[in-house]
């Protein structure tokens, strides 16, 4: 069975300050992987995805992920966190043979100014 | 533009009644979904269309009847409505159901039942 663990309910970071958000994940075969946004009351924004090719992958608003097979890993990243960052973050994942998008349980980012 | 539009986007409504929630795409995708988000935040898919033709159908109980009368557009209706259907419901499409393709999601629609 496919499935996706986010280990940290709520992140905090100060802006500036680069921000990690983790994802890892359990798929039989190639995982497809993506990370959705959502800021209060709205619905989810799609930010990026890994499909293939290169491990960095990046996408919407300056953030990136990095693909880890050995480590089934798929965190989020960005350089300098804005205030305006702050949401609440799902990293998604998807096997070969299934027909299902699998949610992870969402980690609320919180950056300070 | 909205790309992804629900109605109602907020439904109180009382233990019993039948209610439904509407959902248009203008996105011109193939693939439709729905999806129950807990009082935790937690993410469900419930049902899933492509060309009007149910292909996901999660365990969810028979009182939720989803309908796509046409590609662009998918319901859900749902009876006798519980206490434990207190949630936000989200629409989502996606250009067709192959892996790749990532979903747009509608603003939701927070039901409470009291």
């Known amino acids: 069975a496919q499935s996706v663990a986010q280990p940290e309910d709520q992140v905090n970071v100060a802006e500036g300050n680069p921000l990690t958000v983790k994802c890892t994940y359990s798929?039989?075969?190639?995982?497809?992987l993506f990370w959705y946004v959502q800021y209060p009351n709205r619905g989810l924004q799609f930010l990026l995805k890994?499909?293939?090719?290169?491990?960095l992958v990046k996408g919407s608003y300056g953030f990136e992920a990095e693909f880890n097979k050995s480590q089934t890993s798929f965190h989020l990243k960005k350089p300098s966190a804005l205030v305006s960052d702050s949401a609440l973050y799902f990293c998604?994942?998807?096997?070969?043979?299934?027909?299902?998008?699998?949610f992870g349980t969402g980690t609320r980012l919180q950056v300070f100014p | 533009d909205t790309a992804v539009s629900q109605t109602p986007k907020y439904l109180v409504t009382q233990m019993g009644n039948d209610k439904s929630i509407k959902c248009e795409q203008n996105?011109?995708?193939?693939?439709m979904y729905w999806y129950k988000q807990d009082s935790k935040k937690f993410l469900k898919i419930m049902f899933s269309y492509n060309n009007k033709e149910l292909i996901i159908n999660e365990t969810v109980p028979n009182r939720f009847s989803p309908k796509s009368p046409d590609k662009a557009h998918l319901n859900l209706h749902i009876n006798s409505l519980e206490l434990g259907d207190s949630a936000v419901y989200f629409c989502a499409s996606s250009q067709d159901f192959t892996l790749s393709y990532e979903q747009y999601f509608g603003p939701g629609t927070r039901l409470t039942v009291t």
């Open positions: 996105l011109g995708h193939d693939t």
């Open positions: 998604a994942v998807r096997g070969f043979n299934t027909d299902k998008l699998i």
């Open positions: 798929v039989s075969g190639n995982p497809y």
């Open positions: 890994y499909i293939t090719g290169d491990n």
